[in-house]
């Protein structure tokens, strides 16, 4: 599928933490389903394509999070662990 804008990383590549597929012993068996950056408690987000928030919420797994459609719905965007619950 082409995407039809540029994905942006919220944050620097070298503020990574978890990687996507990690299978570390603390996992148990459970791969990692996304991208983790080690970043301050109260960072700026930057969003990873232009789109349309359609959920915000709390988890008692992903903690406060938001759900962002992106290239109007083929895409989705899942941000988790937030500092505390998104203003939008």
């Known amino acids: 599928m082409k995407l039809e804008n540029k994905y942006v ?3 620097p590549s ?7 597929g990690n299978l ?3 996992r148990e ?3 990692h389903r996304g991208l983790d950056w080690t970043v301050p408690g109260k960072s700026l987000i930057r969003a990873v394509g232009s789109g349309v928030i359609r959920q915000v919420g709390w988890s008692d797994v992903l903690g406060w999070y938001v759900v962002q ?3 109007n719905g083929k895409l989705f965007a ?3 662990h937030l500092y505390k619950k998104p203003g939008i």
């Open 9 to 11: 990383e919220p944050f």
């Open 14 to 20: 070298g503020k990574r933490g978890d990687g996507f």
């Open 24 to 26: 570390a012993d603390y």
């Open 29 to 31: 068996g459970r791969p």
């Open 69 to 71: 459609s992106i290239e």
């Open 78 to 80: 899942l941000y988790a």
